[in-house]
């Protein structure tokens, strides 16, 4: 009984000595809430569009979740990525154009706030906004402007740009129906997509209808901003719910 025993003990600290080992808990501070935003800018307009659902892992948070914050009569931010990041961003950059209006008197221009929003990106570098952001709107010189951001505050000016879960499958896209010269080059050459607001609507909404398809994270509905000299409208195109 005893050498019965004393087997049975070795064979059990065996057993233990292999066992994997236990994975510890940490903290994970970030999420990816899912989305897609689109930007599309014209001669003497510019298109602003993203989906409202907001996501973690295979559940659906909400259906009714706007990715959009219009900073001013000309501007517009679209912010996909971690969702509390986003709000906070956003609320931090809405407070910044609403003491510029009181301290100066008039609206922050696009160009100024696409500036603000990477200095701000970059003041968190070392514990960054996980978000992918595309700021919109009309500049000085009354043209549409875009503007592409990482996370941590390098942008560019371009005609047209992606961020989110369906960037892979709009991007090619959009490439294929908008792709025109650098805004950066000299001397300087037409940019702007040189259709009209409706064609760029429409364009937006095909991609959104086809990203949807394939996409999980993105769908149930798209918010679509336009803004041109007239002002600024909006509307709203159902998506897959599933």
Known sequence: RARAALSA????????????PVAGMGFEPYDNSGGTCIAVAGEEFVVVAADTRMSTGFNILSRNHPKTLQLSERCVIATSGFDADAKA??????????QYRQAHGKEMGCVAAAQLLSNTLYFKR????????LLAGIDKEGKGAVFTYDAVGSYERTNYSCQGTGRALIESVLDNQLKLPSPLLVPKQQSAYGGSEGDAVDLVKDAFASAAERDIYTGDQVEIVVINKDGTRRELMELKRD
Not at 9 to 20: D, I, M, T
Not at 90 to 98: I, N, P
Not at 126 to 133: R, V
């Open 126 to 133: 070392f514990f960054p906004y996980y978000t992918f952001n």
């Open 89 to 98: 961003l956003q609320k931090h950059l809405k407070a910044d154009h609403v």
């Open 9 to 20: 003990a070795r064979a059990g600290a065996r057993r233990v000595r292999r066992s994997p």
